[in-house]
């Protein structure tokens, strides 16, 4: 058989952008419909598929017109994208959801929330199509390409100019609109340009320099699906860190959960709804990185460098892996040392009296507690008057402390 002929005109397809964008691109140099292309020269009657799973086929043929290789092709949809953005796309695994977007925290330390089994779900792809580009890209006849990253509700701004994307109809080389045609293109806040910077850097370099350390680009997607989701958490399951969603929600100044008072996935919310959430995450990285928030959830401490300590020998700053503090054990630590001093110093001896002995009022237990410090070599003429009570009488529910008293 011989191999199809290669079209003479064909533009080259420009970094992260859609199958279909290019096809069109393409038609638009013979001065074609990209339909027509399609069917009368590719022998393909379909386009719902370009931009999420083209077939075999279809690709192989448009490798031998074009001569660009097979994967490059295909990474210009969304299968392309598996496992990377998406775990995979089969949309019947029921513990898909729970696996991709409740796997991390990030503003809240524990969910406590159902288990959501939901069938017919993908990660971040829409259940209604999203024609949202930039308007100077789309404006300059020599950069028409739309990205397929800003046909899912994943990023607010172009990354090449850092404007707003917005919604458009129309075929863009073709014939082109804007839904608001008289509107000049809007610079993103820096919040949300640094967002989409990182998203722009995970889907062009595979990784996303956070403060704390580089990471993989498939946990960027899922830290962003993470976060997205505890935003619309309803404030009732957040127990004590409700403030952290509330403070978020008022710094970007949407209503609190863009206004949904009933859970749903974030891909099937209203479109502008995804965009308000968007913003929100945005706004929530902004406020961790600069500390106005320290939430609990324990991948927030990505968004935080660590702090630099030590001396410097001018020479770069080797990472070092920091132990996780354990207060309890620091607690036990001052106590023994308190002990120590106790056996010379009346002041602290009588101070940790009144810690050990605070909330005991019954003689007895009183006269037993100074038997233990007797035995711990505290002179008992240093406790001749103390208070009965003082601060931290929860140390002393804890094992380990309680014996030392
Ligand atoms: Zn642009």
Same mark, same amino acid.
């Given at each position: 058989?011989?191999?199809?002929?290669?079209?003479?005109?064909?533009?080259?397809?420009?970094?992260? %952008?859609?199958?279909?964008?290019?096809?069109?691109?393409?038609? =638009?140099?013979?001065?074609?419909?990209?339909?027509?292309?399609? @069917?009368?020269?590719?022998?393909?009657?379909?386009?719902?598929?370009?931009?999420?799973?083209?077939?075999?086929?279809?690709?192989?043929?448009?490798?031998?017109?074009?001569?660009?290789?097979?994967?490059?092709?295909?990474?210009?949809?969304?299968?392309?994208?598996?496992?990377?953005?998406?775990?995979?796309?089969?949309?019947?695994?029921?513990?898909?959801? @729970?696996?991709?977007?409740?796997?991390?925290?990030?503003?809240?330390?524990?969910?406590?929330?159902?288990?959501?089994?939901?069938?017919?779900? !993908?990660?971040?792809? +829409?259940?209604?199509? *999203?024609?949202?580009?930039?308007?100077?890209?789309?404006?300059?006849?020599?950069?028409?390409? =739309?990205?397929?990253?800003?046909?899912?509700?994943?990023?607010?701004?172009?990354?090449?100019?850092?404007?707003?994307?917005?919604?458009?109809?129309?075929?863009?080389?073709?014939?082109?609109?804007?839904?608001?045609?008289?509107?000049?293109?809007?610079?993103?806040?820096?919040? *949300?340009?640094?967002?989409?910077?990182?998203?722009?850097?995970?889907?062009?370099?595979?990784?996303?320099?956070?403060?704390?350390?580089?990471?993989?680009?498939?946990?960027?997607?899922?830290?962003?699906?993470?976060?997205?989701? %505890?935003?619309?958490?309803?404030?009732?399951?957040?127990?004590?860190?409700?403030?952290? *969603? !509330?403070?978020?929600?008022?710094?970007?100044?949407?209503?609190? !959960?863009?206004?949904?008072?009933?859970?749903?996935?974030?891909?099937?919310?209203?479109?502008?709804?995804?965009?308000?959430?968007? %913003?929100?995450?945005?706004?929530? *990285?902004?406020?961790?990185?600069?500390?106005?928030?320290?939430?609990?959830?324990?991948?927030?401490?990505?968004?935080?460098?660590?702090?630099?300590?030590?001396?410097?020998?001018?020479? +770069?700053?080797?990472?070092?892996?920091?132990? +996780?503090?354990?207060?309890?054990? @620091?607690?036990?630590?001052?106590?023994?040392?308190? =002990?120590?001093?106790?056996?010379?110093?009346?002041?602290?001896?009588?101070?940790?009296?009144?810690?050990?002995?605070?909330?005991?009022?019954?003689?007895?237990?009183?006269?037993?507690?100074?038997?233990?410090?007797?035995?711990?070599?505290?002179?008992?003429?240093?406790?001749?008057?103390?208070?009965?009570?003082?601060?931290?009488?929860?140390? !002393?529910?804890?094992?380990?402390?309680?014996?030392?008293?």
């Amino acid at each position: 058989m011989k191999p199809a002929p290669r079209w003479p005109l064909h533009p080259s397809p420009k970094e992260g %952008e859609a199958l279909s964008s290019w096809l069109n691109r393409v038609a =638009v140099c013979y001065q074609m419909d990209m339909l027509d292309l399609l @069917e009368h020269d590719l022998g393909h009657g379909q386009v719902d598929d370009l931009d999420t799973a083209p077939p075999m086929s279809l690709l192989t043929a448009l490798s031998q017109r074009s001569g660009i290789e097979l994967d490059r092709l295909r990474d210009m949809s969304f299968a392309g994208w598996v496992p990377w953005l998406l775990d995979s796309f089969d949309d019947r695994l029921p513990a898909a959801l @729970e696996t991709y977007a409740f796997q991390f925290l990030v503003l809240l330390p524990k969910r406590n929330r159902k288990t959501r089994s939901i069938t017919g779900w !993908r990660a971040w792809l +829409p259940s209604q199509s *999203i024609d949202r580009a930039c308007p100077l890209c789309l404006n300059d006849p020599a950069n028409q390409a =739309v990205l397929l990253a800003w046909k899912l509700p994943l990023m607010l701004s172009c990354p090449l100019h850092g404007c707003w994307l917005e919604s458009y109809w129309g075929v863009p080389g073709r014939f082109l609109g804007w839904e608001n045609a008289d509107a000049a293109p809007r610079t993103a806040s820096g919040a *949300i340009a640094a967002m989409d910077r990182r998203t722009w850097q995970a889907l062009t370099m595979g990784y996303v320099e956070l403060p704390c350390r580089r990471i993989h680009v498939g946990l960027w997607f899922r830290l962003l699906r993470t976060l997205l989701d %505890e935003l619309n958490t309803p404030l009732s399951q957040c127990e004590a860190h409700a403030g952290y *969603i !509330r403070h978020v929600w008022e710094g970007c100044g949407h209503p609190l !959960r863009a206004g949904q008072s009933l859970w749903r996935p974030y891909e099937i919310l209203d479109p502008a709804v995804q965009l308000q959430m968007l %913003e929100a995450a945005a706004t929530a *990285i902004d406020l961790i990185e600069s500390k106005v928030l320290s939430p609990r959830g324990e991948q927030a401490t990505l968004f935080v460098s660590e702090p630099q300590t030590g001396f410097s020998n001018g020479l +770069p700053v080797v990472e070092r892996k920091k132990e +996780p503090a354990n207060h309890w054990q @620091e607690a036990v630590k001052a106590i023994n040392d308190a =002990v120590a001093e106790a056996r010379h110093n009346p002041e602290t001896a009588r101070s940790l009296f009144a810690l050990a002995s605070y909330g005991r009022r019954d003689p007895a237990a009183l006269e037993q507690l100074r038997a233990t410090f007797a035995k711990e070599g505290i002179p008992p003429e240093f406790l001749s008057h103390y208070v009965p009570d003082g601060p931290f009488a929860c140390l !002393r529910q804890n094992d380990g402390l309680s014996d030392k008293f």
